[in-house]
Structures are given as C-alpha cells and as structure tokens.
C-alpha cells in the first residue's frame, strides 16, 4: 500500500494539535507533526487574505486517505480546510512498513 504525507493548516496550534491527536488515534495517521507557525497568504470571496497558521504533516497510507479527510473535516474551524496528500516516493523499508502498521484497522493490528 503506498504511503502518504497529507498537509492541512489549522488557524491556532490547539486545533492542529486536536487534529493530529485524533488522527493519530483513530489509526488513520501512523504520526503527525505541527509546524508553527507560518505566514498563508490566498484569496478568499474576493479578498486577498494574509493569515498565521499551523501545518499538520500526517504520514498515512492511500488507503485511509479518505477517512482521514473525513476526520480532519470534521474537527476543522475552516469552511474550506487544507487537505492535501503528496506520496512519500523515498524512505526507508522500515519506516514505511511502520506507517503501514500504524494505520491498520484495529483488527488487523493487533
């Protein structure tokens, strides 16, 4: 199953830190990291905005991408979150099966 780093941005480091925490729970991400802060800027209904924000950097698999997005939505402040998957193309053998174990089902996992 091939791997992913997903990115969002949370307007406050206790959201970012709610949502990885949930993620991480869930299984839905093997490890999330918060970066903090930096500086967004983009055009939201017309205006151009300039905003602090926190980036999550969750490693998964593809397979549990979309209930991942489905949880970050649910947690999230913003009407339009950040969600964003990239693959992970290199890493180690071993950190990769990791990731792959860390977001099995609970049934699988154990």
């Known amino acids: 199953m091939e791997c992913i780093e997903v990115r969002v941005t949370a307007g406050s480091r206790e959201e970012a830190e709610r949502i ?12 999330a990291q918060v970066v903090a802060p930096i500086t967004s800027t983009y055009r939201w209904q017309g205006e151009i905005e300039r905003s602090e924000e926190w980036l999550l950097l969750l490693k998964t698999t593809a397979g549990r991408f979309e209930e991942l997005a489905r949880c970050v939505t649910e947690l999230h402040s913003y009407e339009v979150p950040e969600i964003i998957a990239v693959p992970i193309t290199h890493s180690s053998a071993a950190y990769l099966d990791w990731v792959r174990r860390e977001t099995a089902p609970e049934s699988a996992a154990e």
């Open 20 to 31: 990885c925490t949930e993620a991480v729970s869930r299984r839905l991400a093997a490890c």
